[in-house]
């Protein structure tokens, strides 16, 4: 950045060494047009600057000095009233563009330095109040920003960056310094305690700015910046308290070097003015911020916090907001775990993107979360979605696509519910819309919805998304589903022969259809590529509900575990099947199921017709039974129960050697 000398525009003409006055430097004469349109309010007229008359010395305009007064040039600040107004002007819009607390106390700085302070101290509370909060505890005021002029620039007479702020040594601090002449920001407390009826305290009571020179300011500069640090003489210093809507929220300190002109009585009244205006933008940013980290968390506790890894799929998803600004929206997807290592696959998009539609998004996502748990099938679950759509209140309308996977039978089964068709990705590369019946939007109410079942080969992609991927203000959906397939066929053709893409380069590359300034809605996208379970690593029994059929199942699971080479399991696996086959075939009436998969663990699932789940209890010392569930509990690795529309159903799961 190129320096430049400091200009001064005094009331009285300067004199050279001879006595004879002298002009400003000729570049300050007329300001940057673009320095004078931001300092100049819309709608004034700009004058041209009065040519000096002989032997005297050129005055800058008002354009030229509220050019210097915003910051643009590096001209001190004017002490006349229209180029304070012009000043207070063009520091408030400043101030009113920061959005967050952080550019908020920077516009207070950039407007300030050095335009009408050579150096600033901001100290905000600690923590901030929010709203009608009302904070407990002591009041602590906290260094938030310095700035000051660049002492290179001081000494050498220039301004080379007359917005720099104070530097800081390796520890975050600012470097001690001799004295105010030399460091007017240096030494000043990090963090000061408000002490209650104390000088500090009164100052922020009173809420207006103060010369530091002030009996009033003088006892609470050293509270507010350490009794070690200097407190500058004369109008060198003006302390302004930061009120907000409710509070004070903290103090302003403005400071001038000895070699320039002190402040004045009128500065005090533009020092009120940047504390105000600091103060509501620093209220508004707070509450932004909280609004913005509430539709976060609720969106991120809307959302699956995790994945899960059911067994014979690999999942990944990918949640884009509508905007920076409306964070939260209708759109969700799920994966569920269900009986018999299948899985449900759900995505789906309440209509508007708001705390409303994430509210109601919230409560679907539940209740097919239950649903799932329940075993139903999909269009019976996207029924229920429809009645509890209605019960929620008029026009709560809803698109919902349901899968559900199973690894073993490597099948599938899908019910829509008005939701853009899902797509497949088979691993030889072709790309395919699934041909599902669209079905009417969930909340319509009085509507049938059906399922088909399809064929999920191994190494073959699901992927479900909403239609914000493929839906905008410049395309039709059909147009978007089209550029979703072919994107799709694209990425499959760059993998190798047999093999499948990898699922997270996969959705990063599906987002890049959707152009910088094309996503009007929220985007939702879950991607499964089906592994399944070979046929070898499956073995089933359907078993007679009979005293001796424990005894069966034991000799079986023997001689599944010798079959996989997998024997130094036999006598945890072949105690565990006997205690869960036990419990059920002692109240089953139909025939009981028995099932081993061998994945990267044992699972082992038991199947019963009895819907009343097993809990665990600690049995008594005189009690003859009630210890089984509690030998699953400590032998295996993780077990479970779940109950299914024709019973229920027991696994436990013990790791493979």
Same mark, same amino acid.
């Given at each position: 950045?190129?320096?430049?000398?400091?200009?001064?525009?005094?009331?009285?003409?300067?004199?050279?060494?001879?006595?004879?006055?002298?002009?400003?430097?000729?570049?300050?004469?007329?300001?940057?047009?673009?320095?004078?349109?931001?300092?100049?309010?819309?709608?004034?007229?700009?004058?041209?600057? &009065?040519?000096?008359?002989?032997?005297?010395?050129?005055?800058?305009?008002?354009?030229?000095?509220?050019?210097?007064?915003?910051?643009?040039?590096?001209?001190?600040?004017?002490?006349?009233?229209?180029?304070?107004?012009?000043?207070?002007?063009?520091?408030?819009?400043?101030?009113?563009?920061?959005?967050?607390?952080?550019?908020?106390?920077?516009?207070?700085?950039?407007?300030?330095?050095?335009?009408?302070?050579?150096?600033?101290?901001?100290?905000?509370?600690?923590?901030?109040?929010?709203?009608?909060?009302?904070?407990?505890? $002591?009041?602590?005021?906290?260094?938030?920003?310095?700035?000051?002029?660049?002492?290179?620039?001081?000494?050498?007479?220039?301004?080379?960056?007359?917005?720099?702020?104070?530097?800081? +040594?390796?520890?975050?601090?600012?470097?001690?310094?001799?004295?105010?002449?030399?460091?007017?920001?240096?030494?000043?407390?990090?963090?000061?305690?408000?002490?209650?009826?104390?000088?500090?305290?009164?100052?922020?009571?009173?809420?207006?700015?103060?010369?530091?020179?002030?009996?009033?300011?003088?006892?609470?500069?050293?509270?507010?910046?350490?009794?070690?640090?200097?407190? $500058?003489?004369?109008?060198?210093?003006?302390?302004?308290?930061?009120?907000?809507?409710?509070?004070?929220?903290?103090?302003?300190?403005?400071?001038?070097?000895?070699?320039?002109?002190?402040?004045?009585?009128?500065?005090?009244?533009?020092?009120?003015?940047?504390?105000?205006?600091?103060?509501?933008?620093?209220?508004?940013?707070?509450?932004?911020?909280?609004?913005?980290?509430?539709?976060?968390?609720?969106?991120?506790?809307?959302?699956?916090?995790?994945?899960?890894?059911?067994?014979?799929?690999?999942?990944?998803?990918?949640?884009?907001?509508?905007?920076?600004? &409306?964070?939260?929206?209708?759109?969700?997807?799920?994966?569920?775990?269900?009986?018999?290592?299948?899985? &449900?696959?759900?995505?789906? +998009?309440?209509?508007?993107?708001?705390?409303?539609?994430?509210?109601?998004?919230?409560?679907?996502?539940?209740?097919?979360?239950?649903?799932?748990?329940?075993?139903?099938?999909?269009?019976?679950?996207?029924?229920?979605?429809?009645?509890?759509?209605?019960?929620?209140?008029?026009?709560?309308?809803?698109?919902?696509?349901?899968?559900?996977?199973?690894?073993?039978?490597?099948?599938?089964?899908?019910?829509?519910?008005?939701?853009?068709?899902?797509?497949?990705?088979?691993?030889?590369?072709?790309?395919?819309?699934?041909?599902?019946?669209?079905?009417?939007?969930?909340?319509?109410?009085?509507?049938?919805?059906?399922?088909?079942?399809?064929?999920?080969?191994?190494?073959?992609?699901?992927?479900?998304?909403?239609?914000?991927?493929?839906?905008?203000?410049?395309?039709?959906?059909?147009?978007?589903?089209?550029?979703?397939?072919?994107?799709?066929?694209?990425?499959?053709?760059?993998?190798?022969?047999?093999?499948?893409?990898?699922?997270?380069?996969?959705?990063?590359?599906?987002?890049?259809?959707?152009?910088?300034?094309?996503?009007? +809605?929220?985007?939702?996208?879950?991607?499964?590529?089906? +592994?399944?379970?070979?046929?070898?690593?499956?073995?089933?029994?359907?078993?007679?509900?009979?005293?001796?059929?424990?005894?069966?199942?034991?000799?079986? &699971?023997?001689?599944?575990?010798?079959?996989?080479?997998?024997?130094?399991?036999?006598?945890?696996?072949?105690?565990?099947?006997?205690?869960?086959?036990?419990?059920?075939?002692?109240?089953?009436?139909?025939?009981?199921?028995?099932?081993?998969?061998?994945?990267?663990?044992?699972?082992?699932?038991?199947?019963?017709?009895?819907?009343?789940?097993?809990?665990?209890?600690?049995?008594?010392?005189?009690?003859?039974?009630?210890?089984?569930?509690?030998?699953?509990?400590?032998?295996?690795?993780?077990?479970?129960?779940?109950?299914?529309?024709?019973?229920?159903?027991?696994?436990?799961?013990?790791?493979?050697?």
């Amino acid at each position: 950045m190129e320096t430049g000398r400091v200009t001064e525009y005094p009331t009285t003409p300067r004199h050279s060494a001879a006595g004879a006055p002298t002009a400003p430097p000729a570049d300050h004469a007329v300001p940057h047009a673009r320095a004078r349109a931001e300092a100049t309010p819309e709608g004034s007229p700009v004058r041209e600057p &009065a040519r000096p008359g002989p032997g005297a010395a050129a005055k800058p305009s008002p354009a030229a000095e509220s050019a210097d007064l915003a910051g643009n040039d590096s001209g001190e600040y004017a002490r006349r009233g229209g180029d304070r107004l012009r000043f207070v002007g063009a520091a408030t819009r400043r101030i009113a563009r920061g959005l967050d607390l952080d550019e908020t106390v920077l516009g207070l700085c950039r407007a300030s330095v050095p335009a009408f302070s050579d150096a600033i101290l901001v100290y905000l509370r600690d923590p901030l109040p929010v709203g009608d909060e009302r904070p407990t505890g $002591p009041v602590r005021l906290r260094l938030r920003r310095t700035d000051r002029l660049p002492d290179h620039a001081e000494h050498s007479g220039t301004a080379a960056a007359p917005h720099a702020a104070a530097p800081l +040594d390796p520890g975050g601090r600012l470097p001690l310094a001799a004295g105010f002449a030399e460091h007017p920001t240096a030494g000043a407390a990090e963090l000061a305690e408000v002490r209650t009826g104390g000088a500090l305290a009164e100052v922020l009571r009173g809420v207006r700015p103060l010369f530091g020179d002030s009996p009033a300011a003088r006892a609470a500069l050293p509270e507010l910046l350490g009794q070690e640090r200097d407190v $500058p003489g004369g109008h060198r210093a003006i302390l302004a308290p930061l009120r907000g809507r409710r509070r004070v929220i903290g103090a302003a300190v403005f400071l001038r070097r000895p070699e320039r002109d002190a402040f004045e009585t009128d500065d005090l009244l533009v020092a009120a003015q940047l504390a105000t205006h600091t103060a509501l933008g620093v209220d508004k940013a707070v509450l932004y911020g909280r609004e913005a980290y509430i539709a976060d968390e609720l969106q991120r506790t809307m959302l699956p916090e995790r994945l899960p890894q059911p067994t014979g799929v690999q999942l990944a998803s990918r949640y884009l907001p509508a905007a920076e600004s &409306a964070r939260v929206g209708g759109d969700w997807y799920d994966a569920i775990p269900l009986p018999g290592s299948r899985v &449900a696959l759900v995505v789906g +998009d309440v209509m508007g993107h708001s705390t409303t539609s994430a509210a109601i998004m919230g409560q679907l996502r539940t209740t097919a979360q239950t649903l799932a748990q329940l075993d139903l099938p999909p269009q019976e679950v996207l029924h229920h979605l429809d009645e509890q759509a209605q019960r929620l209140g008029e026009d709560r309308m809803a698109t919902c696509i349901y899968a559900v996977y199973d690894p073993v039978a490597h099948r599938m089964i899908i019910a829509n519910a008005g939701h853009p068709p899902p797509l497949m990705l088979h691993r030889d590369g072709h790309a395919e819309v699934l041909r599902i019946p669209p079905g009417a939007p969930i909340g319509v109410g009085g509507v049938d919805f059906r399922a088909v079942e399809l064929d999920a080969p191994a190494g073959a992609t699901l992927l479900l998304y909403t239609d914000g991927l493929v839906e905008s203000r410049h395309r039709d959906v059909w147009t978007g589903i089209e550029a979703l397939r072919e994107k799709l066929a694209e990425t499959g053709r760059l993998t190798m022969p047999e093999s499948s893409a990898p699922l997270e380069p996969l959705c990063e590359t599906v987002l890049d259809i959707v152009g910088p300034g094309d996503r009007d +809605d929220d985007i939702a996208l879950l991607a499964a590529r089906f +592994d399944g379970i070979a046929p070898s690593d499956v073995a089933y029994w359907s078993l007679e509900p009979r005293p001796e059929t424990a005894g069966q199942a034991r000799r079986l &699971a023997r001689r599944a575990l010798v079959g996989w080479g997998i024997e130094e399991l036999t006598e945890s696996v072949e105690l565990l099947v006997s205690e869960v086959v036990t419990n059920a075939v002692r109240y089953a009436e139909r025939p009981v199921t028995l099932r081993l998969l061998r994945t990267d663990t044992l699972r082992c699932e038991v199947g019963d017709d009895v819907p009343q789940l097993p809990r665990l209890r600690q049995a008594r010392a005189t009690d003859e039974g009630g210890r089984g569930l509690y030998l699953v509990n400590r032998i295996a690795k993780r077990w479970g129960a779940t109950r299914l529309s024709t019973g229920k159903l027991v696994w436990f799961e013990v790791p493979l050697p």
